[in-house]
């Protein structure tokens, strides 16, 4: 959960690009790899990375390129990070402190998150490219999902 949660931390909610959505993604699918009992936890889980999937698949069809590239591209990252963390051994011998630090993670990116679709949600500004109303729509979706792993996370 450690790399999973440095992901997130790493995300850059300022400049967000579809590739962070796949990272994030990738983060969330880590975690979800490491609960084997069905829960509200895991529904979570799956909604949130569906939904954060669909929006930058979405994204990136707008800006005309390949989604694909964009999911192999973000693997690649997250595969890079969760090597450095492999070899820097950074675990939480506690479990209860790795669900804190997992959940504190996760509270802050969906805040940012969410303050991202809400700046995003108004009139286009003609100089930024940012992304659509049904990858909007996704990033919502997605947010509402962290809601519920949060509060899986609490109990």
Not at 45 to 64: F, I, K, M, N
Not at 74 to 103: I, M, Y
Not at 124 to 140: F, K, N, S
Request: with cysteine.
């Amino acid at each position: 959960m450690a790399a999973a949660a440095a992901v997130m931390m790493t995300v850059p909610w300022s400049s967000l690009v579809p590739v962070d959505l796949h990272s994030f993604a990738f983060a969330l699918r880590l975690v979800r790899n490491t609960v084997t009992v069905a829960s509200p936890l895991t529904d979570g889980l799956d909604v949130a990375h569906d939904a954060l999937e669909r929006a930058a698949g979405s994204w990136y069809t707008q800006l005309d390129r390949h989604p694909d590239a964009a999911a192999m591209e973000a693997r690649g990252a997250f595969d890079e990070l969760c090597d450095v963390l492999s070899l820097s051994d950074c675990t939480c011998a506690d479990a209860a402190l790795d669900r804190r630090v997992l959940r504190a993670a996760v509270s802050d990116a969906a805040g940012a998150l969410m303050e991202f679709v809400a700046v995003r949600s108004g009139p286009p500004v003609p100089w930024e490219v940012g992304p659509d109303a049904v990858t909007l729509g996704h990033l919502m979706v997605a947010g509402s999902a962290l809601s519920t792993v949060i509060a899986a996370l609490d109990e």
